[in-house]
């Protein structure tokens, strides 16, 4: 089965500094690979997805960015992050237009 | 654009009474529709779906649903609530736009709390 790594678990950065979530999956080969953010341990919102190696689609305009350097790996990044975008980052991977997706266990960014 | 609502932001039911979570869903095309269950701080772990077949869906830790066309609804239930069952609940419904990724869109989320 997908087993999907997300790190850091807890990240603490000032405003004004880079960011760089990594995620990556194992059990499977090209896989659909998404971000999500979720605010105040709610709602979902989606971030970037991607279909395939320097595919990316973006869901809603922000201060982030996403790449996909390898079938596997998947980045969300900034260069300089706002106090908003604090929060709970999560890394999905889906294989298959009718299978479920599976989640890396988060990553709680906080900018200070 | 397909959309799924819950329109509880929380449901408390005592242990060992049955519980439902609601779940209405929008959607073009033959819906797939997901429950999702999170704990504090960690991420969303599948409980069970519904692509096509019975209605009624069977899933992890004793949880069901029933996938209700007329009315297009997906509820999740449980016959005997247990305090562990106190998580956060989503339900989610495939995106079906040609190109989308088959990305899912969530709901907000149904707090569960089951009370001794």
């Known amino acids: 089965s997908q087993t999907i790594h997300q790190w850091p678990a807890t990240l603490v950065q000032p405003v004004g500094s880079p960011l760089s979530l990594e995620c990556t999956v194992e059990g499977t080969s090209n896989p659909n690979l998404y971000w999500y953010r979720q605010a105040a341990g709610r709602g979902l919102q989606l971030l970037f997805y991607s279909v395939g190696i320097g595919q990316i689609s973006s869901e809603v305009p922000q201060n982030l960015s996403a790449s996909r350097p390898q079938d596997r790996q998947f980045i969300l990044s900034s260069k300089k992050l706002l106090l908003s975008d604090s929060g709970f980052y999560l890394c999905?991977?889906?294989?298959?237009?009718?299978?479920?997706?599976?989640f890396g266990q988060g990553t709680r960014l906080t900018v200070v | 654009a397909q959309s799924v609502a819950q329109p509880e932001d929380q449901v408390n039911v005592a242990e060992g009474n049955p519980l439902t979570v609601k779940c209405t869903y929008s959607v073009s095309g033959n819906p797939y529709l997901f429950w999702y269950v999170q704990y504090p701080n960690r991420g969303l772990q599948f409980l069970l779906k519904?692509?096509?077949?019975?209605?009624l869906v069977k899933g992890s830790y004793g949880f069901e649903a029933e996938f209700n066309k007329s009315q297009t609804s997906f509820h999740l239930k449980k016959p005997s609530a247990l305090v562990s069952d106190s998580a956060l609940y989503f339900c989610?419904?495939?995106?079906?736009?040609?190109?989308?990724?088959?990305?899912?869109?969530f709901g907000t989320g149904t707090q569960l709390k089951v009370e001794l």
């Open positions: 989610a419904v495939r995106d079906t736009t040609r190109g989308g990724g088959n990305k899912l869109t």
């Open positions: 519904y692509i096509t077949g019975d209605n």
């Open positions: 999905a991977c889906r294989r298959g237009s009718n299978t479920e997706a599976f």
